[in-house]
């Protein structure tokens, strides 16, 4: 037994002696042409680290490049083939200026570099990614080009430090004005249609993607891919990684728009005063059901009402009179997309169907084999139904008796970080790029723990009385580069360039974490944001999870948002100044985007409105127009089982 | 009676818009500069002509608009047959015959504009002819429509312009002769490049020649009083800055 155990023990131990033979000769052959790699690329002006056959981030840095630069395959490992190549060929040594613009880029992007801290991308892909667009700019070193794009914190971090970034490592000076995004969308409307050369390009919604297929006044992205741009287009791109690209795609699936920032709209709420057992405890009494995540609009409804006037304590020790909800009403385009942004899709004015009801969609729009036939009732539309009016009516309730009084003053983006100053229970709709604002993480805010995390939440919105299973379940949107189609030549290959760059693996997980607006798959998941989810309140769940797709935006059958949405405000504007009746005020506005509609001259895919019919014809037929449904009963969900099926 | 009559005549007193709101007669280029100006069947149209005639609508004038040759709208402009010309730029040589809206004449992107247009470079498809920026470099000739304002500042260039009526002669030219440079609008560069005859064969440059502004002006002999033509130029920025207005503008041409 004993003898057969130290026969056991004599062959493993043989084993493990050639093993470790074999290996040291393997690593100490590999180490030799990693070596010899280093020593002829260092010789022939490229930057491969120290010559000391080990294979690490500036060693495969020098490969790329070199291999990019002879048109081999990019795959930046060193082999026989690559070392006979270099040697093979000494033609492609650098020339002395090349090797000081080297020096001067190497210099430039460690900088950069250490700013782009933390990123989804390794360092040594960082490298191989800055490095492209260094080669790749070369013939436009010493350009201008300028682009808009709306004001929230993503945007400025792109003015303040990538365009400085962009230039230092492409030589391309970019101005990139920050602007409303209403007016993004008036200049933008004003270039494709007088081809005026206002901007080179656009961070513009998504939301305008059924204008911009019908107008085929933009850059076709994925044809510019594969024609003119292919050598402008970066080999690290990877659409594939993009969480929704398909919100900038045509009805073919073409890109049209790239995702540069995008952001959801979703229920937050106080996730400590909800937790309160005395305050849950008054709840139950009053309304007979556990306080939790509201499910719909009814149970939102007491929640509002239960929380307003309430006294609450926040964690920094102030104590205020809360209110039950936020919203806004000045009159402005914002206030337009307040409710085109969904809010009657979460009422539940479409029709079933993902990302838009079919055949009526959230802008109470019929379409027909893409063709819009018409927005009031009695064209098959829902803009004017019942629960159009509804959803109206209890914005207007709600904005008049649970929100701060000084709401009906603030736009979009004033609204957007007010709950970060503590006296709001809920919102039944935020804009998650307002949850970067400092208020909701900065330790001593009212809003954030004595630990140092978030008191709050975010959770799906909950919906009125006329959604049901199988419609989207809310709003988002990719903020999204859009090239026009008058920007030509090299301002359309520069352009692109900015574009990749803005939108590149090498800075969007730093992006989101200025931002809170993630547009890749490599941002969400990476390791930095599972172990610091903590500090979002549930927003790294909810990208993570496959419910993220259920929210989705205005998608391609409205066919000309610029023209539509100005109509929206205006008679919404009306209605909070009590000059009409919420009925009269769809009405209005279905019937004034109808008119709107057939006016319209698209390339394709233009409207054709139905013949008018009475209303009881189409409320009478299965889904949208829906006729009148009473209130269900309020329901509300655990946070905690919210989150269960979120991470399932 | 004769408190109506105090009251009419207080009236006319208290609203002396009431008391210009004559008809004014205004013409405008008959050549297709589609989408800002261009004639259907004997009508002006486009969207330079739309904000023109709901600025006066909204003060309550009466119109009467006219597409003639460009030329021509000039000369009655000169002899007073009409009160102004829809959609021009600021020309010195015309100062005796227009009246601009103020500092027109220093403005690059006039507050008074009815509508800034970029003018851009076209050449022939393979011709390597690459504008950026400086106008002494065009190839020539520079084919151009008659009375554009920029024909000044081409001719002081030294530069050898040809001038025709429409934008179509100009490009035949172009594609016959497969030299030179045409300058026009994207858009109407753009509209020739949808018809067989044309498509592909010429290139629009990038960088834009120039941006203009282009303005209501009236006519010196017009009896409109200088008030009144402020008033007007104001209306047009009024309706300019409208945002639900000018979108609505735009997304029917």
């Known amino acids: 037994m004993r003898k057969r155990m130290l026969l056991k023990g004599s062959v493993f131990l043989l084993l493990l002696i050639s093993v470790f033979f074999l290996g040291t000769w393997g690593v100490a052959s590999a180490g030799k042409l990693t070596a010899d790699i280093q020593s002829e690329l260092t010789k022939a002006g490229y930057s491969a680290g120290p010559i000391d056959g080990i294979y690490g981030p500036m060693t495969k840095a020098g490969i790329v490049e070199y291999q990019m630069n002879t048109g081999m395959d990019c795959n930046g490992l060193p082999s026989q083939n690559l070392l006979k190549h270099i040697r093979a060929h000494p033609e492609n040594k650098l020339s002395p200026e090349k090797k000081r613009e080297k020096a001067d880029f190497v210099r430039n992007i460690q900088k950069w570099l250490d700013i782009f801290q933390p990123s989804a991308a390794r360092r040594v892909e960082q490298i191989s990614e800055l490095h492209w667009f260094h080669e790749v700019s070369e013939p436009f070193r010493g350009a201008t080009i300028k682009s808009a794009a709306e004001h929230i914190k993503t945007h400025y971090w792109e003015r303040d430090q990538l365009a400085k970034a962009f230039e230092d490592i492409t030589g391309i000076h970019v101005e990139h004005d920050i602007i409303g995004e209403g007016e993004v969308v008036r200049t933008i409307t004003d270039q494709m249609m007088t081809g005026r050369v206002i901007y080179d390009a656009y961070v513009n919604d998504a939301d305008l993607i059924g204008t911009h297929l019908r107008l085929n006044k933009v850059v076709n992205l994925s044809e510019y891919m594969e024609n003119e741009g292919k050598s402008y287009t970066s080999p690290y791109l990877n659409l594939g990684d993009f969480l929704n690209p398909e919100f900038g795609q045509d009805y073919d699936g073409n890109q049209l728009q790239l995702p540069d920032q995008q952001f959801a709209n979703l229920y937050w709420f106080r996730y400590d005063w909800f937790t309160d057992e005395p305050t849950k405890k008054a709840f139950k009494e009053k309304y007979g059901y556990e306080l939790g995540v509201p499910l719909n609009w009814a149970a939102y409804e007491d929640i509002a009402e239960f929380f307003t006037g309430r006294e609450m304590k926040n964690p920094d020790g102030s104590v205020v009179q809360a209110y039950g909800h936020l919203d806004y009403g000045e009159p402005s385009p914002s206030l337009g997309w307040r409710f085109t942004d969904a809010w009657l899709s979460i009422a539940g004015v479409g029709d079933h169907g993902l990302p838009n009801g079919l055949p009526v969609d959230e802008w109470g729009i019929r379409v027909v084999d893409k063709i819009p036939v018409g927005s009031t009732v009695e064209r098959g539309g829902a803009l004017d139904g019942p629960a159009a009016v509804y959803a109206l009516t209890k914005y207007l309730e709600w904005l008049e008796k649970y929100a701060p009084p000084e709401a009906k003053q603030w736009e979009w983006h004033e609204a957007g970080p007010k709950a970060g100053r503590g006296d709001v229970a809920q919102r039944a709709f935020q804009y998650i790029t307002w949850l970067s604002d400092d208020s909701f993480h900065q330790a001593g805010s009212p809003v954030v723990g004595k630990d140092g995390k978030p008191v709050w939440r975010v959770a799906p919105s909950p919906h009125g009385r006329y959604w049901e299973e199988g419609m989207k379940v809310g709003y988002q949107d990719a903020g999204s580069w859009t090239i026009p189609w008058n920007i030509r030549g090299e301002r359309r290959a520069m352009a692109w360039l900015w574009a990749q760059f803005c939108t590149s693996r090498t800075v969007c997980l730093k992006k989101f974490l200025v931002g809170g607006t993630p547009i890749r798959k490599s941002t969400v998941f990476n390791y930095y944001l599972s172990e610091n989810s903590y500090k979002y309140g549930g927003l790294i769940e909810f990208y993570r999870s496959p419910a993220e797709k259920k929210w989705t935006d205005s998608g391609p059958n409205v066919p000309h948002y610029p023209a539509l949405s100005g109509i929206w405000w205006e008679n919404i504007a009306r209605a909070i100044k009590g000059e009409v009746s919420p009925q009269e005020a769809m009405t209005n506005l279905a019937q004034q985007q109808d008119v709107m509609m057939s006016k319209l001259r698209l390339e394709k895919f233009a409207p054709r409105l139905n013949e008018p019919r009475k209303r009881s014809y189409w409320l009478k037929r299965e889904g949208a127009p829906k006729p009148e449904r009473p209130e269900p009963e309020p329901k509300t969900i655990s946070y905690t089982e919210l989150i269960t099926q979120w991470n399932n | ?253």
């Open chain 2, 1 to 253: 009676m004769k408190r109506s009559l105090i009251f009419l005549i207080l009236l006319l007193i208290g609203f002396p818009q009431a008391a210009v709101s004559e008809t004014i007669k205004l013409c405008v280029d008959e050549r297709n500069w589609y989408p800002f100006t261009f004639a259907e069947n004997n009508t002006g149209k486009g969207m330079h002509v739309e904000i023109v005639k709901k600025a006066l609508k909204d003060l309550g004038h009466d119109l009467i608009i006219e597409p003639q040759h460009r030329n021509r709208n000039i000369l009655a402009c000169r002899q007073g047959d009409f009160d102004g010309i829809i959609s021009i730029a600021y020309d010195d040589s015309l100062e005796s015959v227009l009246d601009f809206p103020p500092a027109a004449e220093k403005e690059t992107e006039s507050p008074w504009r009815i509508m800034q247009v970029d003018h851009m470079v076209i050449t022939y498809i393979y011709d390597k002819y690459a504008f950026k920026g400086d106008i002494q470099t065009l190839p020539n000739p520079v084919r151009i429509t008659f009375a554009e304002s920029i024909t000044n500042m081409l001719k002081e260039a030294g530069l050898e312009v040809e001038e025709t009526s429409r934008d179509r002669q100009n490009f035949e030219m172009l594609v016959r002769d497969e030299n030179g440079c045409v300058i026009t609008t994207s858009i109407v560069a753009e509209n020739m490049n949808k018809e067989p005859k044309f498509k592909n064969k010429f290139k629009i440059h990038p960088t834009p020649l120039i941006s203009q502004s282009y303005y209501l002006a009236f006519s010196e002999k017009s009896s409109l009083p200088s008030t009144e033509k402020l008033k007007i130029w104001e209306k047009i920025v009024e309706l300019r800055g409208d945002y639900v207005y000018m979108l609505k503008l735009f997304a029917q041409y």
